[in-house]
């Protein structure tokens, strides 16, 4: 019994667990030896047992004075409120979904902004030295530049043989047409080289 009360703390929950019949056998003989040889145990007690019988008597009061309802009433009850919202959300019309928020931005914008962005990556990129722009010459062999400067000088000519009138005059005209010719000729050789 020592062990209990030490685990009790105090004689007033010992007291409670005794009425409360939640001692075993031998410790209610025990605590009957107690009560027997002191009286302030005793009335420390019947103040707990007044106490107790006083709750207990309140309690079942209030129990009389609240009508106990039937199981079968309240489950009849409660299944009828269930079918009668049953009915109410089915009778809801259906919610209509919210309109998609407004972007800031009108549609337009958006491809103009993502080529601007794309516009302005390549510009950082080609001003850091990641990309380069500049064409590469490629070296030419010199047959290959005599054949360039022989197909450009007879275009020339044909272009201008092509603006140029037939003579129907004379011999003379004929002769400063085809002066003029070669001069051109010239011009576009020394171009070339």
Same mark, same amino acid.
């Given at each position: ?38 009286? #302030? ?29 039937? #199981? ?36 337009? #914008? ?77 011009? #576009? ?5």
């Amino acid at each position: 019994m020592a062990d209990l009360l030490n685990n009790l703390g105090n004689r007033e929950a010992m007291l409670l667990m005794y009425l409360a019949d939640e001692l075993s056998r031998s410790e209610k003989a025990e605590v009957d030896g107690m009560l027997r040889t002191d009286p #302030a145990l005793r009335q420390t007690l019947e103040s707990l047992r007044s106490l107790h019988d006083g709750t207990f008597a309140a309690l079942a009061e209030l129990d009389d004075a609240i009508p106990v309802v039937r #199981a079968e009433s309240a489950v009849r009850r409660t299944v009828r409120e269930m079918k009668r919202h049953q009915v109410e959300l089915s009778a809801r019309p259906a919610p209509t979904p919210a309109a998609p928020a407004r972007r800031g931005l009108p549609a337009w #914008a958006y491809p103009i902004a993502g080529a601007a962005a794309v516009f302005f990556l390549f510009l950082g990129l080609w001003g850091v030295g990641v990309i380069d722009f500049t064409p590469r010459s490629i070296p030419a062999s010199e047959d290959m530049r005599e054949q360039v400067a022989r197909e450009e000088s007879m275009r020339i000519v044909s272009d201008l043989a092509s603006t140029l009138q037939p003579p129907r005059d004379s011999m003379e005209e004929v002769e400063d047409h085809l002066r003029d010719l070669q001069g051109l000729e010239e011009e #576009a050789n020394a171009l070339m080289l």
